[in-house]
């Protein structure tokens, strides 16, 4: 099965830093995804992680541990338009299995 | 490409009634799902295509929901009789892989807000 866990919201200053965990337990796993959506619109891919560690990608990284069913998202120097949920998917294999939790809303304030 | 596109963007119907979702999905892509999200559930697979063939429909809340993909670059999702549960924004999404070994990023369309009266 799965069951995945993520922050309802969270709130911070722009400029700063924030960190945005998942856990996650799941009867099977390849890989980890992370998807952006702001109010409105779709789901937009920001990361897939399948090794143990960190992966940079601009003001994005993410970190997975796969030992621990844990991933987290960190941003980076935050703007106003990073406020927007921030969905965590683990991945169970094939063309199907994405599972959603139900996002972390982040809220970024001036 | 136009990315996935989705048709109607806004829907609203009184209980009851038929409602059919389009979904063209980007061209070349494989594999195409349907998600439904609320603000409860979040999130939540339908079912998904791989090579207009349906794989899995476990997502499939219920018989009123059916889905179609009779080519590559056409799927359908319809429900009826429609309730007011079934409220929600209706995702469809694309990605390449080819087989069902394989793992590709998905590509959300716009999405079909829903409403039931």
């Known amino acids: 099965g799965q069951n995945i866990d993520q922050p309802t919201e969270m709130t911070a200053t722009e400029g700063a830093i924030v960190q945005i965990n998942c856990t996650y337990q799941?009867?099977?796993?390849?890989?980890l995804f992370w998807y952006q959506q702001h109010a409105g619109e779709a789901p937009t891919f920001l990361s897939y992680?399948?090794?143990?560690g960190l992966e940079e990608k601009g003001r994005f990284s993410s970190f997975l541990s796969r030992s621990k069913g844990y991933s987290y998202l960190l941003l980076k120097e935050l703007q106003m338009k990073d406020s927007a949920s921030y969905l965590c998917?683990?991945?169970?294999?094939?063309?199907?299995?994405?599972?959603f939790g139900t996002g972390t809303r982040l809220t970024v304030i001036p | 490409d136009a990315g996935v596109i989705q048709s109607p963007r806004h829907e609203v119907t009184e209980m009851g009634q038929e409602v059919t979702l389009r979904c063209k999905p980007i061209?070349?892509?494989?594999?195409l799902f349907w998600y439904r999200q609320t603000m409860m559930r979040g999130l939540e697979l339908l079912i998904y295509?791989?090579?207009?063939?349906?794989?899995?429909d476990s997502g499939m809340p219920e018989d009123r929901f059916s889905a179609k993909m009779p080519n590559a670059s056409f799927s359908t999702l319809k429900i009826q009789p429609s309730e007011p549960r079934d409220s929600a924004v209706y995702f469809c999404?694309?990605?390449?892989?080819?087989?069902?070994?394989?793992?590709?990023?998905?590509?959300f369309g716009p999405g079909t807000r829903l409403t039931v009266l």
């Open positions: 992680n399948v090794l143990d």
């Open positions: 999404a694309s990605s390449l892989a080819e087989t069902l070994a394989g793992t590709d990023t998905q590509y």
């Open positions: 295509f791989n090579n207009n063939v349906p794989i899995d």
């Open positions: 799941t009867s099977g796993f390849n890989g």
């Open positions: 061209s070349g892509h494989n594999s």
């Open positions: 998917a683990p991945d169970l294999g094939g063309a199907n299995n994405l599972f």
